[in-house]
């Protein structure tokens, strides 16, 4: 027996660029759909891998940011599927209270409560809507590099980044954490 | 409480909830990022393929067998002709009304045999022996 020969196609090298370009993208995609960054990074390893798989396997792959994107999104939707086996009969949200046994210093507690309320308005808020705001405030992407991921027009952006921001406020002013004109 | 009078989108200068969502999203991003190498490639082995002969060889010699054995079958079958007793399947058969034929007796005197069947639910086969007489009898 002897060993097949290896497909022309990406390597290694390639393989890591473009985890080094678009991994963060991939990443606060699927963090927009479910507000946690562990989850977040598993999926996004997920899709990583099943594209190197896809490589290895001589599928041809001629946008692999759209597939990495479009991949993480569906792991992101299998993962909703999952997710009572996962975690049983707890839902996750009820871990997001628990707490270490060492005291924290006061800010870091106001700190940590600020957004403790913030994540359970985000959470309320529409996918579409935490997806811009994940970009724009974790990746500090500008307009038109959301417009390229989202695949819409920077205008697009614009309207929808505002909407979004004034659904939160809206929300967080009900909650007196913000002061509205 | 946070100001939300002025709020550049993309502005410059964001307001307090430009800040605290920027500072919440940060937070929330893994630091440092994580690196992923590639990993091994998984080497696949195959096994050699075998010639033409050796892959449908099998399969002759279990054809060329079952054509040697109808061979044998068939000549054997000529060289030894069926033997079928009473004239085979033209000769007489019990419970048929055949009939009559010439036979000798065991005492050398020529007779007409045959067979006679009654009718009913239990048949009876009755064989009737009528001596001819002749001028070699008298």
């Known amino acids: 027996m002897k060993p097949r020969p290896q497909p022309p196609g990406p390597q290694h090298a390639d393989f890591e660029a473009l985890y080094e370009r678009h991994s963060r993208e991939v990443w606060a995609l699927v963090y ?23 490589w290895q396997e001589g599928g041809e792959i001629l946008n692999p940011r759209a597939w990495l994107l479009c991949v993480a999104r569906n792991l992101a939707e299998d993962f909703a599927k999952s997710a009572f086996r996962r975690n049983g009969t707890q839902p996750p949200q009820s871990m997001n209270g628990v707490r270490g046994h060492d005291p924290l210093p006061l800010e870091q507690l106001e700190r940590q409560e600020t957004f403790g309320r913030l994540r359970a308005e985000l959470e309320k808020l529409a996918p579409p809507d935490r997806e811009i705001l994940t970009l724009r405030y974790g990746l500090d992407y500008n307009a038109s590099e959301i417009a390229d991921i989202l695949e819409i027009n920077p205008t697009a952006v614009h309207m929808r980044l505002s909407r979004a921001r004034q659904r939160l406020a809206e929300r967080l002013t009900a909650q007196g954490m913000v002061n509205v004109p | 409480m946070i100001d939300l009078r002025t709020s550049p989108t993309f ?23 994580p690196t992923m190498k590639a990993p091994p490639a998984v080497v696949k082995f195959q096994k050699p393929r075998r010639s033409t002969w050796l892959r449908i060889g099998p399969r002759l010699a279990i054809a060329a067998s079952v054509g040697l054995l109808l061979v044998g079958y068939l000549a054997l079958g000529s060289i030894f002709p ?10 007489p058969t019990i419970g048929k009304n055949n ?40």
């Open chain 1, 32 to 54: 927009a759909r479910w507000m946690n960054a562990d989850v977040a990074l598993d999926i996004m390893q997920e899709a990583f891998l099943r594209l190197w798989k896809q």
């Open chain 2, 82 to 91: 069926k033997h079928e007793p009473n004239g085979g399947i033209n000769g």
């Open chain 2, 11 to 33: 502005g410059p200068s964001g307001d307090e909830l430009d800040g605290m969502l920027r500072s919440f999203f940060r937070a929330e991003v893994p630091d440092p990022w």
């Open chain 2, 99 to 138: 009939p009559p034929r010439r036979v000798h007796t065991p005492g050398g005197r020529e007779a007409f045999m045959w067979e006679e069947k009654t009718p009913g639910d239990r048949p009876t086969i009755i064989i009737q022996l009528q001596e001819i007489k002749g001028p070699s009898n008298r």
